[in-house]
């Protein structure tokens, strides 16, 4: 575990995950998302179901959390900030991640400011990799405040 002083912007980190048919089906149940192109069905078959892209923000969201630099630390999901360069949006969704596809993930620390005494600011990039080398997608300035 890392503290907040011991954090630089520019620091990168690393972690890979894959989201399987039923880790998809426990979010579509919890999240009440009902689309047909992720459900099972003649569409889409139980091997090769396209995942939800916030199923996929949540996924790479708790890897974050498991980082070993940031484990054990208060980490609070604060907002959204998005790119200035892209008029404030977020994320794109560059290319489908099927389950049971790997997913490596890069996160990068893009911004870093104290809030108070207590807390301080991090702004997080999130770039997810198929294992063929596809960006399957970029989300820019996730924030988490964070107990100094």
């Known amino acids: 575990m890392k503290k ?3 954090l630089n912007v520019g620091d990168e980190f690393f972690s890979e995950c894959k989201i ?3 880790d998809l089906d426990r979010y579509l149940s919890f999240s009440g998302i009902k689309n047909i192109i992720y459900e ?3 569409i889409s078959n139980q091997k090769d179901r396209m995942v939800s892209g916030r199923a996929i923000l949540a996924k790479i969201e708790g890897e974050f959390t498991r980082l070993e630099e940031m484990y054990g ?3 609070i999901f604060y907002g959204i900030d998005g790119d200035p360069s892209w008029n404030n949006r977020q ?3 560059l290319k489908p991640l099927k389950t049971d596809e790997k997913l490596n993930i890069k996160f990068k620390i893009v911004d870093k400011r104290d809030l108070n005494d207590e807390f301080g600011l991090l702004s997080i990039d999130f770039e997810g990799t ?3 080398g596809e960006t399957a997608l970029v989300s ?3 924030l988490y405040q964070m107990k100094k």
């Open 40 to 42: 099972k069905n003649e």
């Open 130 to 132: 198929k294992e063929n």
């Open 91 to 93: 994320t794109r969704f």
């Open 140 to 142: 820019k300035r996730n």
């Open 20 to 22: 399987s048919s039923d």
């Open 4 to 6: 907040f002083s011991e």
């Open 73 to 75: 630390n208060l980490l």
